[in-house]
């Protein structure tokens, strides 16, 4: 899943169930009973001061029923700091009963409402999880490209505001159909969200300025992997972000896409210099609405995509069809993401399709807001590359899927 995927869950409103100084209800319909040893008061806090929530902020947790455990305590740090919260609960489903249930003729609708809201928060803090990736498998191209047409505005609004945000999911939220893209069992993803969310934050934020440093000094970056993929692209001049987790205050006197932190956290990442990418991407698992596409092949030239292969064949043809019904702007190599969390450590034979292990590579095209560009098309596509060597330079970076750089001090 790509970083526009990560923030869509705080772009809707659906059920509002607490909101301002009213204490919302003390469980919700079809919550499961939460596991007894997860300390959500810690985690809370820990989310808490990480978004530097302050007397007098507007808060907005967004959330599916099953996290209500956690969201009460959320609820409750941010009350003990003189902060209004409002908890949007949303299930997951009612994404698929809109594409069933409401006629294409509201898919672009212009959302004023939402509009509005998105006006109002000062912090926005999200935890969302799959557990039905395959639900917009018939869903026709066209009404998922018009939807997502109809919130670009807001999402746009969300990032001019410098609204300071925290997502907890980061491709590993543990739920089964997760587990079994990962090929792993959902206790085993588990420990490998927890353990990721409880990296210290300071041993990430050492990590991710030496790599930004090595990025910001940078021209070129060269990415190979021996699946075959071979890519070049120039990142001079390019803002880095560092995901540690945590808002500094040099983040929010930067604002924008810098006050937006993803949890587990671990992770540099940058926009590279538009229309310079060239090479090819061979990409080993690509999931996709459910599915897997498997030695997903992509050529780029002058910054484009130009040509893309892949199997099975109707799983392609299927992502290819939602590619080809998107806005222009969806075909340019806009996003470069490198991991840098050590306590993210998947099991041998597993499939690491998430940003955060130390030594992950990730390409993708489409939208780069998040990114620190200018693509606000509401479409985008994450590829990894796990085992790949970067080099900034002619300078290592990461060698075979291990990253070199050394932590500042």
């Known amino acids: 899943m790509s970083k526009l995927t990560r923030m869509a869950i705080a772009a809707a409103c659906v059920l509002v169930l607490g909101c301002c ?64 919260v409002l908890l949007v609960y949303s299930r997951e489903k009612l994404d698929r009963r809109y594409f069933d249930e409401v006629p294409a003729s509201f898919d672009s609708m212009p959302l004023r409402m939402e509009e509005k809201l998105a006006a109002v928060p000062t912090v926005e803090i999200a935890v969302f999880g799959y557990e039905f990736p395959d639900q917009f498998k018939d869903v026709p191209p066209e009404r998922m490209t018009a939807t997502g047409k109809a919130w670009e505005p807001i999402a746009k609004l969300k990032i001019d505001r410098g609204i300071r945000s925290v997502f907890l999911w980061n491709g590993l939220y543990p739920t089964e159909a997760t587990a079994r893209q990962f090929g792993i069992t959902k206790a085993q993803l588990e420990k490998l969200y927890w353990d990721g969310l409880a990296t210290d934050s300071r041993k990430l934020t050492a990590t991710g300025e030496a790599v930004r440093g090595m990025l ?101 043809e299927r992502f290819k069809k939602q590619y ?70 002619g300078n290592v970076l990461i060698d075979k ?4 750089v050394p932590a500042k001090r």
């Open 216 to 316: 910001e000094k940078g021209k070129e970056v060269h990415i190979t992997n021996p699946n075959g993929t071979d890519l070049r692209m120039s990142i001079a001049g390019r803002p880095v972000f560092v995901n540690d987790g945590v808002i500094s205050d040099a983040d929010i006197q930067k604002g924008k896409a810098f006050v937006m932190k993803y949890l587990p956290a671990g992770e540099v990442y940058l926009a590279p210099v538009q229309g310079s990418a060239e090479g090819r991407v061979v990409v080993d698992h690509f999931p996709w609405e459910g599915g897997e596409i498997r030695n997903l092949t992509v050529t780029v030239a002058a910054g484009k995509v130009t040509a893309m292969t892949g199997e099975p064949a109707a799983l392609f």
């Open 401 to 404: 899927g291990e990253l070199k």
């Open 21 to 84: 100084g009213t204490r919302p209800p003390a469980s919700c319909p079809n919550a499961p009973t939460p596991a007894p040893e997860r300390d959500y008061k810690k985690i809370a806090q820990q989310i808490v001061e990480g978004v530097r929530v302050k007397q007098g902020d507007a808060v907005f947790v967004f959330a599916d029923p099953r996290d209500v455990a956690l969201m009460d305590e959320i609820w409750v740090a941010c009350k003990k700091l003189g902060a209004e």
């Open 324 to 393: 080809d019904a998107a806005p222009a702007g969806k075909e340019l190599f806009e996003n470069l993401d490198f991991g840098i969390n050590p306590d993210v450590k998947f099991p041998e034979g597993a499939k690491p399709i998430t940003y955060v292990p130390a030594g992950m590579t990730m390409v993708g095209i489409g939208n780069n807001m998040l990114s620190g560009g200018d693509i606000s098309v509401q479409f985008s596509a994450a590829w990894f590359l796990p085992g790949s060597t970067v080099t900034v330079d």
